[in-house]
């Protein structure tokens, strides 16, 4: 199995350029989540869904939008580029169940955005 | 609001020489407090879910473990690739977010 899978792993934009993350997960799982990880912060949740045509802001949504029409697909896209932008993004996944405990993440590789 | 913090920042080991990394957490309700490794370039990997204090999980070198307020991260004679960053997150029982520290970078040198 692949897992969670994200492309492109590096890209540079200029400001005010758009562009979409990809993500993909080939595990059935429900839930999906888009993080950013900036140096010597923790990862902050960007967007996340609960399955297909659902979706739900996290902490620091500004600036970018999702959506969930498959149950295997997660795009992030990000609107008018902003330095404040650059990071890196993590996708993860997770199955969540009635009676699940807490959940376990499954991250992809990261994707590595610069915005000058 | 839910908060979790790491330390230290980073730690430098000899190969052989065991040390501890602390997460403190403050959450309203706890549903699991997650540990994950994270190598560079990488995303983070699942290491153990604690859900209760007193409770202590173990894998190879690594032994965690949980109280009301912390979790340690025990390694015991690490090895060079035990080297990586290790992250802390919690995940309360109400919402869907998890809260991640900002992680320890451990190097252990050979």
């Known amino acids: 199995n692949a897992g969670v899978t994200q492309t492109p792993k590096f890209r540079i934009l200029k400001i005010g350029q758009s562009m979409t993350l990809q993500c993909t997960q080939d595990?059935?799982?429900?839930?999906m989540y888009w993080y950013r990880q900036d140096p010597g912060m923790g990862l902050k949740l960007i967007y996340y869904?609960?399955?297909?045509?659902?979706?739900d802001k996290g902490e620091v949504p500004n600036g970018y939008n999702v959506s969930r029409s498959t149950t295997e697909d997660f795009p992030l896209r990000l609107e008018l580029a902003a330095p404040s932008q650059t990071s890196v993004y993590f996708c993860?996944?997770?199955?969540?169940?009635?009676?699940?405990?807490?959940?376990?993440?499954?991250f992809g590789a990261g994707s590595r955005l610069t915005v000058l | 609001e839910d908060q979790v913090t790491q330390s230290p920042e980073a730690l430098r080991l000899q190969e052989g020489e065991s040390s501890s990394l602390n997460c403190s957490y403050t959450?309203?309700?706890?549903?699991?407090l997650f540990w994950y490794r994270q190598d560079p370039g990488k995303g983070p990997e699942f290491l153990f879910t604690?859900?209760?204090a007193g409770e202590e999980k173990e894998k190879e070198r690594l032994k965690a473990t949980l109280t009301k307020k912390e979790s340690f991260l025990h390694i015991t004679a690490p090895k060079p690739e035990d080297s990586a960053t290790y992250l802390c997150?919690?995940?309360?029982?109400?919402?869907?977010?998890?809260?991640f520290g900002p992680g320890t970078r451990l190097s252990v040198l050979p």
């Open positions: 959450v309203s309700g706890l549903r699991g």
């Open positions: 997150a919690v995940q309360a029982t109400y919402g869907q977010n998890f809260v």
């Open positions: 869904s609960v399955g297909a045509g659902i979706t």
């Open positions: 595990m059935n799982h429900n839930y």
């Open positions: 604690l859900y209760s």
């Open positions: 993860a996944s997770s199955y969540t169940g009635q009676y699940s405990g807490a959940n376990v993440l499954t």
